[in-house]
T-cell receptor, first 114, second 114 residues
Framework: AQTVTQSQPEMSVQEAETVTLSCTYD???????LFWYKQPPSRQMILVIR??????QNATENRFSVNFQKAAKSFSLKISDSQLGDTAMYFC???????????FGAGTRLTVKP | NAGVTQTPKFRVLKTGQSMTLLCAQD?????MYWYRQDPGMGLRLIHY???????AKGEVPDGYNVSRLKKQNFLLGLESAAPSQTSVYFC?????????????FGEGSWLTVV
């Protein structure tokens, strides 16, 4: 079974600074997808960024980027120029290429301080 | 621009009562999912469906039943609610395999069993 581990229950960062959230996963699969989801206080799940395991290039979405290390089974999220609106729970998630469900980590609560 | 809609958003049940959570999506997605979210545990898959008339068990299916009579709707039932089922429930949908597997979530339903 696939497992996803987020070792940082809580983190904080000053506004405009950069923060990195960690995620590791365990799988024997070669093809899969990795995701970072943001969950603000409204509790809605919002997709932040997605990475296909067969792609060597790290995904980037505006201020959000990932460091995908396939051999190390590591998938960290970097948030640059942090904004107050980035305050939320962040979940790392894994999905096998041919599977029907997504496995989530326990989440990291990020607080951006003014 | 509805996306994934869940009803009700809040509900309090007494132990032993039954209820149904309704999920509706207007994106013509084949795949639909029910997750529960408990503190410190991220999201866990209860049941899912890969098309109209199909259902399958996820990671934590016990105590729940589901039905997918129409493509756009996915119902989650609790036949005899227990305090352990107090949680936030998320419905989600996706196009399906080989689509990038992006899952779209509803806003959540808060269920308290007393």
């Amino acid at each position: 079974a696939q497992t996803v581990t987020q070792s940082q229950p809580e983190m904080s960062v000053q506004e405009a600074e950069t923060v990195t959230l960690s995620c590791t996963y365990d799988t024997s699969e070669n093809n899969y997808y990795l995701f970072w989801y943001k969950q603000p206080p409204s509790r809605q799940m919002i997709l932040v960024i997605r990475q296909e395991a067969y792609k060597q290039q790290n995904a980037t979405e505006n201020r959000f980027s990932v460091n995908f290390q396939k051999a190390a089974k590591s998938f960290s999220l970097k948030i640059s120029d942090s904004q107050l609106g980035d305050t939320a729970m962040y979940f790392c998630a894994f999905m096998k290429f041919d599977m029907d469900d997504m496995r989530f980590g326990a989440g990291t609560r990020l607080t951006v301080k003014p | 621009n509805a996306g994934v809609t869940q009803t009700p958003k809040f509900r309090v049940l007494k132990t032993g009562q039954s209820m149904t959570l309704l999920c509706a999506q207007d994106m013509n997605h084949e795949y639909m999912y029910w997750y529960r979210q408990d503190p410190g545990m991220g999201l866990r898959l209860i049941h899912y469906s890969v098309g109209e008339g199909t259902t399958a068990k996820g990671e934590v299916p016990d105590g729940y039943n589901v039905s997918r009579l129409k493509k756009q709707n996915f119902l989650l039932g609790l036949e005899s609610a227990a305090p352990s089922q107090t949680s936030v429930y998320f419905c989600a949908s996706s196009v399906g395999h080989y689509s990038g597997n992006t899952i779209y979530f509803g806003e959540g339903s808060w269920l308290t069993v007393v």
